[in-house]
């Protein structure tokens, strides 16, 4: 059985948060899942990849919905990534159709995303954030989140 979290992290992958803004994001998060097993991460400088695990489905290409192949993300992934300083957001172009787009543009299905902090709750099983819940957060956060359901073996 997946071990089942329910994580927050800023729709913009440059926003910030302070700590304070930090720590009551996790506590209403957690209140809101029912559950003491929480976590708040802020990793600073380093721009990170928050995955949703054994959830995800597929990664398509903004402009023209075709799927891209996992192979060509993971060499994306691969040449965004710096050991020391996290990824780095560039341009590149679509191999289906052109367009010009960026890694955190691509369209995850399930939602994954980029992003400096997150906010991770153990998910008891819960149905999904309803929409008044992430308009809770989202106003503690003073900020739009993506919510990102994962599942880890």
Not at 43 to 55: A, K, M, V
Not at 72 to 81: F, G, P, S, Y
Request: hydrophobic share 40%; charged share 25%; with cysteine.
């Amino acid at each position: 059985m997946a071990d089942r979290f329910i994580a927050l992290i800023p729709r913009d992958h440059e926003a910030r948060i302070s700590s304070d803004t930090l720590a009551e994001l996790e506590t209403i998060h957690a209140g809101l899942c029912g559950v003491c097993e929480s976590r708040a991460k802020d990793f600073g400088e380093r721009l990170q990849f928050i995955d949703c695990g054994e959830n995800h489905q597929s990664i398509h290409c903004p402009a023209c919905d075709t799927v891209a192949e996992q192979t060509w993300w993971h060499q994306r992934m691969d040449h965004a990534w710096d050991r020391d300083h996290g990824f780095h957001i560039c341009d590149f172009t679509m191999p289906c159709c052109g367009a010009t787009t960026r890694l955190d543009k691509l369209d995850y299905r399930p939602a994954q995303g980029f992003a400096h902090w997150f906010v991770s709750a153990r998910d008891p099983g819960r149905e999904a954030l309803t929409a008044d819940e992430i308009a809770r957060l989202e106003a503690v956060a003073d900020l739009p989140l993506r919510i990102i359901y994962q599942a880890y073996p």
